[in-house]
């Protein structure tokens, strides 16, 4: 009996060993799989002495999240988190961002980026509330012939 139990826990060995091998092989590639499905882009622009750093992580090409400061040479510094989406070479966001050191007030507010080449441009547009929530105005144009920013690719940190 005793040499049927030891039979039969060396013969289960090298199947005990193979599985835990695939499962470490099946992990590795799920992560890859789901490190394939992100990409990370930095950009930066500047205007006189006003400076915006984005920080984008887009998911399978066209959900986004990330992060956008600004950081106004009078008026002090926006820090804050985008959330949105590509439609077509345009990317609109849900930008929501803090103003102030000491007790900041958030504010919600939509921004859109005009995909061209390597570069984001940010677009001017009219913007109204209702119901507590921003949004650009319909039928009215988003322009990005009058931006104040336009971002350059740079190597994320």
């Known amino acids: 009996m005793k040499r049927t139990v030891i039979y039969t826990l060396l013969a289960a060995m090298p199947l005990v060993y193979s599985c835990g ?17 992100f990409k990370n882009e930095c950009y930066t622009a500047v205007e006189a002495k006003d400076k915006a750093d984005l920080m984008l992580k887009i998911h399978e090409g066209k959900d986004v999240t990330g992060n956008l400061v600004i ?30 050191t000491e007790n900041p007030t958030v504010y919600k507010n939509p921004l859109a980026f005009l995909k061209r080449g390597d570069s984001l441009i940010l677009g ?28 350059g690719p740079v190597e994320c940190k």
């Open 21 to 37: 091998q695939n499962t470490e092989k099946s992990n590795s590639g799920t992560a890859a799989k789901q490190d394939s499905l």
């Open 71 to 100: 950081n106004y040479f009078e008026k002090g510094k926006n820090d804050g988190v985008i959330s949105g989406a590509y439609r077509g070479d345009t990317l609109f966001v849900d930008y929501t961002f803090k103003i102030g």
């Open 124 to 151: 001017v547009g009219q913007i109204e509330t209702s119901m507590g929530r921003s949004y650009f105005v319909k039928g009215k144009p988003i322009r990005f012939d009058r931006s104040k920013f336009i971002f």
